[in-house]
T-cell receptor, first 115, second 110 residues
Framework: NAGVMQNPRHLVRRRGQEARLRCSPM?????VYWYRQLPEEGLKFMVY????????ESGMPKERFSAEFPKEGPSILRIQQVVRGDSAAYFC?????????????FGSGTRLTVV | SQQGEEDPQALSIQEGENATMNCSYK?????LQWYRQNSGRGLVHLIL?????REKHSGRLRVTLDTSKKSSSLLITASRAADTASYFC??????????FGKGNQVVVIP
């Protein structure tokens, strides 16, 4: 079991470009969560998805950010027209069920740098 | 708003000593979780304590929960250099969202 896989590990984008971050959940997990971590901060919730559905996107900025979790393939977090303030580490977690009495499995993250 | 908030600390201890860190939260919880993050890496789930539990052990980790004070503590006994990391508490709210505190940075000096 390879765990939660995120790629790329590091991503550099110029201002105005698009960033695509990928997350493959653990095998059999159908719940995916994206979090953002700014330097010296804790993780902040962005979005919660199940296969083909966005369950909760209350943590997503209203513009430029979108997420999907298609029937086949990884979950994608997409940031359009990146700005320097988007520079952060983006983590994905997955879970098997919605039983919250189990810990979440996190990926190693994608570190986005906007230059 | 964040429901899990550690007392922001940077602990520097000698190998073999114990490390204690605290966390407070604002509203009622179902459980409280602790995670470790090594520099530049993802989070690793350490231990979960349910709201009806007061204390829980896992290896060298001991977690306590005081729901009347809305606080939790994580104790690492007999620390090792490999315990050097940031430690976060988190609680669940809403749609399975984890609310994290800002973390405690622990440095264990060999």
């Amino acid at each position: 079991n390879a765990g939660v896989m995120q790629n790329p590990r590091h991503l550099v984008r110029r201002r105005g470009q698009e960033a695509r971050l990928r997350c493959s959940p653990m095998k059999g997990h159908s719940h995916v969560y994206w979090y953002r971590q700014l330097p010296e901060e804790g993780l902040k919730f962005m979005v919660y998805l199940q296969k083909e559905n966005i369950i909760d996107e209350s943590g997503m900025p209203k513009e430029r950010f979108s997420a999907e979790f298609p029937k086949e393939g990884p979950s994608i977090l997409r940031i359009q027209q990146v700005v320097r303030g988007d520079s952060a580490a983006y983590f994905c977690a997955s879970s098997l069920t919605t039983d919250y009495n189990y810990g979440y499995t996190f990926g190693s993250g994608t570190r986005l740098t906007v230059v | 708003s964040q429901q899990g908030e550690e007392d922001p600390q940077a602990l520097s201890i000698q190998e073999g000593e114990n490390a204690t860190m605290n966390c407070s939260y604002k509203t009622s919880i179902n459980n409280l979780q602790w995670y470790r993050q090594n520099s530049g890496r993802g989070l690793v789930h350490l231990i979960l304590i349910r709201s009806n539990e007061r204390e829980k052990h896992s290896g060298r980790l001991r977690v306590t929960l005081d729901t009347s004070k809305k606080s939790s503590s994580l104790l690492i006994t007999a620390s090792r250099a490999a315990d050097t990391a940031s430690y976060f508490c988190a609680s669940i709210y809403g749609n399975n969202r984890l609310a994290f505190g800002k973390g405690n940075q622990v440095v264990v000096i060999p």
